[in-house]
Nanobody, 115 residues
């Protein structure tokens, strides 16, 4: 059974930074895409950033220039470096991976940006 476990969320002031981590474990044979999504209260879950095999990345327009997604293939891990955080970045952040041909989700980690 494959599991994704996130860490690194918390409370940060506007303008601050946080780094989220997600590690995949279990019987893993292939990972094609790893991504971060977020869901704010009363809103739909949205894609924040994703990284594909080969290193290509995509970002939501709202986070371009502020967030950086990276991947460590040896550790089956994906990271999200978040800088210049804004109150509107407040949400539960979910790790997502396309692993062994299936999509898996982490349990989510809360990020709150507030003074």
């Amino acid at each position: 059974q494959v599991q994704l476990v996130e860490s690194g969320g918390g409370l940060v002031q506007p303008g601050g930074s946080l780094t989220l981590s997600c590690v995949a474990s279990g019987s893993i044979f292939s990972i094609t895409i790893m991504a971060w999504y977020r869901q704010a209260p009363g809103k739909e879950r949205e894609l924040v950033a994703r990284v594909i095999n080969g290193g290509g990345t995509n970002y939501a327009d709202t986070v371009k220039g502020r967030f950086t997604i990276s991947r460590d293939n040896y550790k089956n891990a994906v990271y999200l470096q978040m800088n210049s955080l804004k109150p509107e970045d407040t949400a539960v952040y979910y790790c997502n991976g396309n692993i062994n041909g299936r999509r898996y989700w982490g349990q989510g980690t809360q990020v709150t940006v507030s003074s």
